[in-house]
C-alpha cells in the first residue's frame, strides 16, 4: 500500500461505517473521536516503524474494530504478552541504536578535540577543556562560581550546528546554572574577553545528552564576558535570567 491510502483507509474503517458518517452531530463527535484515537496510534507505530519495528495496518484496524464491538479474538492475558514482547524489542533496538550513536559521537569528538590540540592558538587544561583566545581586555572582573555573568555566545556542535546563542541582546547566566566545561572555562576570563572553548562530553552534556543533545558529544562554544555583575545589581539579573530559563536558556544536564 501507498502510506497515503494506508493513513486514508485507517482513518476511514475507524469510523465502523460505510456511509453516512458525517450526517449529523452525534456522528461528527463519533468520528471525530475515532479519527483522534487512530491518529494517536498511527503516529507511534509509524515511530517505531522508522527504528526497526514493522506492523501490519490490517490487523491494527481489525483488533481496533473488534475492541469496539467487543469481539476481541485474543484474550487479556494474550493481549498483554504480545504488548510487552513488542516493548522489550522496542526497548533493545533503542538501546542498541543510542549506543552505537555514543560510540560514533565520541570517536568524532575525540578526532576533532585531537586536531584541534594542534592549533598553536589552543590549550588544554587538566580536564581536557580546551580554550582559545580570540580577544583579550587584559582587564575587568573574572567571574567567581558564584557569579552571575553577562554575555554573548554561540553554543555549536562539532558540525558547525548551532544549538543556542544569544542574537539580540546578550544573556544573564548564572555560573551555578552552567555544564561544568563552560564554568571553568569562564573563570579563565575577564570582562571584554572573547574565548573560543571546545568541550570534551565529560564536561558538557555526558554519556546521556538531554533534549536535543545527543549522548557523547563534543561541544564547541564562543563567548564574549561583557560584564561581571556586582552585588546591587543582582536582583534584576535574578529576574532576568527568570525569564530566560523560561524560554531557552544554556541546556545543563539534570
Keep these: 500500500f ?14 465502523l461505517s460505510a456511509s453516512g458518517l458525517l450526517a449529523n452531530v452525534d456522528s461528527n463527535e ?11 496510534v498511527l503516529k507511534g507505530l509509524l515511530e517505531q516503524k522508522q527504528i526497526g519495528i514493522s506492523y501490519d495496518a490490517e490487523a491494527v484496524i481489525k483488533g481496533f474494530s473488534d475492541a469496539l464491538k467487543g469481539e476481541l479474538k485474543l484474550s487479556d492475558d494474550e493481549i498483554a504478552k504480545l504488548l510487552n514482547k513488542r516493548a522489550e524489542n522496542l526497548d533493545k533496538i533503542v538501546k542498541e541504536k543510542e549506543a552505537a550513536i555514543l560510540k560514533e559521537n565520541l570517536k568524532q569528538g575525540k578526532a576533532f578535540m585531537d586536531k584541534n590540540a594542534k592549533n598553536k592558538n589552543v590549550k588544554t587544561t587538566k580536564s581536557k577543556l580546551q580554550y582559545e583566545i580570540l580577544k583579550s581586555s587584559k582587564k575587568g572582573a573574572t567571574p567567581k562560581q558564584e557569579s552571575i555573568i553577562i554575555a ?34 569562564l573563570m579563565l576570563m575577564k570582562e571584554g574577553d572573547k574565548f573560543k572553548f571546545v568541550i570534551p562530553p565529560e564536561l558538557a552534556y555526558g554519556d546521556s545528552g538531554m533534549e536535543g543533545i545527543p ?8 563567548i564574549e564576558l561583557v560584564k561581571v555583575l556586582k552585588p546591587g545589581e543582582l536582583a534584576e539579573a535574578a529576574k532576568k535570567i527568570h525569564e530566560k530559563e523560561l524560554n531557552e536558556g544554556i541546556k545543563k544536564p539534570h
Design 215 to 222: 549522548g557523547g558529544e563534543t561541544i564547541v562554544f564562543e
Design 152 to 185: 554573548n555566545y554561540k553554543a555549536s556542535f562539532i558540525d558547525g550546528k548551532v544549538f543556542d546563542e544569544t542574537k539580540e541582546a546578550p544573556a544573564h547566566l548564572s555560573m551555578l546554572n552552567l555544564i561544568p566545561g563552560l564554568e571553568e572555562g
Design 2 to 15: 501507498d502510506m497515503k491510502n494506508k493513513v486514508l483507509k485507517f482513518t476511514l474503517l475507524l469510523s
Design 30 to 40: 463519533s468520528y471525530a473521536m475515532g479519527a483522534t484515537s487512530g491518529g494517536y
